[in-house]
């Protein structure tokens, strides 16, 4: 069956423009979690969502992130006036519930984000 | 909230032989579990194997093993009869509450032929 696919596979932008990441979860997944990743570092966690309710944004870096999902699919992970300290990889993960105790986060391959 | 740090930035192993990979971490839950995820070049997170933390026994997966040592927060990766396909960024992680993964900066495995 299909994995998380995200596209776009990589995106290089202006310095102040606003980019759109996308996340397909697999099918059924009802938790789907954003992280981002920077030249050698971990990952680290940005926002979660159970259906389409994101409770707690406080892991998004600044107000110029955003994101929402629709129904129990895709999610879009928005930039606005990009910087170039936004340059990373971002990846997305999706699970069959929240609980990352039982269940196990699958990720997707990740947008690499470049900003000029 | 949870810290996970590995102090190895980069290791390698000759193929068919046997690598450690460390990971210590700190948490103040009770109830959480430590992942290992590997990275090949093509970014996808694929995870190694899990342990959960009320478990005195250690986790294995086929040529993967942990050594978990709670009560020193010690939690690391053994790979035996390394293959080439195993040369990837290494990531340690903890979890614990519902949802959030807390991950170390990695450690890069070379495999020398």
């Known amino acids: 069956g299909a994995g998380v696919s995200q596209s776009p596979s990589n995106k290089v932008t202006e310095k102040g423009k606003d980019v759109e990441l996308r996340c397909d979860p697999i099918?059924?997944?009802?938790?789907l979690y954003w992280y981002r990743q920077r030249l050698g570092q971990g990952l680290e966690f940005l926002i979660y969502?159970?259906?389409?309710?994101?409770?707690?944004k406080s892991g998004l870096p600044s107000d110029r992130f955003s994101a929402e999902r629709t129904g129990e699919s895709v999610s879009t992970l928005t930039i606005q006036r990009t910087q170039q300290e936004d340059s990373a990889v971002y990846l997305c993960?999706?699970?069959?519930?929240?609980?990352?105790?039982?269940?196990?986060?699958?990720f997707g391959p990740g947008t690499r984000l470049t900003v000029t | 909230a949870q810290t996970v740090t590995q102090s190895q930035p980069e290791m390698s192993v000759q193929e068919a032989e046997t690598v450690t990979l460390s990971c210590t971490y700190d948490?103040?839950?009770?109830?959480?579990?430590l992942f290992w995820y590997k990275q090949p070049p093509s970014r996808q997170m694929i995870l190694v194997i899990r342990?959960?933390?009320?478990?005195?026994q250690n986790a294995t997966e086929n040529r993967f093993s942990v050594n978990f040592q709670k009560a020193a927060k010690s939690f690391s990766l053994k790979i035996s009869d390394s293959q080439l396909g195993d040369a990837a960024m290494y990531f340690c992680?903890?979890?614990?509450?519902?949802?959030?993964?807390?991950f170390g900066k990695g450690t890069k495995l070379s495999v020398i032929p």
């Open positions: 342990q959960e933390a009320y478990k005195q």
């Open positions: 993960a999706s699970s069959w519930d929240l609980a990352v105790l039982s269940y196990e986060q699958y």
């Open positions: 948490t103040s839950e009770s109830d959480y579990y």
């Open positions: 099918s059924g997944h009802t938790a």
């Open positions: 992680a903890a979890g614990a509450g519902s949802y959030q993964l807390t």
């Open positions: 969502f159970q259906g389409n309710s994101a409770p707690d």
